[in-house]
């Protein structure tokens, strides 16, 4: 089946500019987490979501970054003004339970976004 | 806080050659761990993962890792690596509770598989 998928897949922003990235998750999934992949580096955790609550923001790493699920399965990951130092790939995952077991769900992840600020 | 420690940062092997890559892990409770890999111009996908019971665990494409609880480390091997293991390999870990949680990923290690 399809799996996850992100649009656009690669972005360049001026300095200063909004953008808004998108996530499909595979269908029927509960869980969805976004990342942010710094070049070098391994994924580092932004937010989850479980349904349409956002559940954990505690990675965002500023009141710039913004997420949203509104209705439980597609999610847009917003930067206002963004920053030199956003640039990376930004990898949305998603797996598919919430409790009980959940901690045992394997995390599918998209091909991300590659996001280049000039 | 959890983090993950990942000792090579690249790694070049001849073909043939056996590979051992290192993970370990910092974290108090109980963990699941995970390595996945991400071949060159493609997605992350799960190669392997341990939950309990059995601490060497096999994978795909002939991968296996073995968890060792008193080491808190979960490294990679393959007996033999061919030139299509060439890709870039991350180690993660996450609690295990009662509900869903993020991976910690280690920094990842570049693999070379040259003829």
């Known amino acids: 089946g399809a799996g996850v998928s992100q649009s656009p897949r690669y972005k360049v922003a001026k300095r200063g500019q909004d953008v808004a990235l998108r996530c499909d998750p595979i269908s029927g999934h509960v869980s969805l987490f976004w990342y942010q992949q710094a070049l070098g580096q391994g994924p580092e955790f932004l937010t989850y979501f479980q349904n349409e609550a956002q559940l954990d923001k505690s990675g965002l790493p500023s009141d710039r970054f913004f997420a949203e699920r509104p209705e439980g399965s597609v999610s847009t990951l917003k930067i206002q003004r963004t920053q030199q130092e956003d640039s990376a790939v930004y990898l949305c995952?998603?797996?598919?339970?919430?409790?009980?077991?959940?901690?045992?769900?394997?995390?599918?992840f998209g091909p991300g976004t590659r996001l280049t600020v000039l | 806080a959890q983090s993950v420690s990942q000792h090579n940062h690249h790694v070049i092997l001849s073909e043939a050659a056996s590979l051992e890559l290192g993970c370990n892990y910092s974290y108090g409770g109980t963990v699941n761990l995970f390595w996945y890999v991400q071949y060159p111009g493609q997605h992350l996908q799960l190669l392997l993962k341990y939950f309990s019971g059995d601490p060497l665990v096999k994978g795909i494409k002939g991968f296996e890792a073995e968890f060792i609880k008193s080491k808190f480390s979960f490294n990679l091997r393959k007996p033999s690596v061919q030139w299509s293991d060439t890709a870039e390999y991350f180690c993660?870990?996450?609690?295990?509770?009662?509900?869903?949680?993020?991976?910690?990923f280690g920094k990842g290690t570049r693999l070379s598989v040259i003829a």
């Open positions: 995952a998603s797996s598919p339970r919430t409790s009980g077991r959940a901690s045992t769900d394997t995390q599918y």
């Open positions: 993660a870990v996450k609690s295990r509770n009662s509900g869903n949680t993020p991976l910690v």
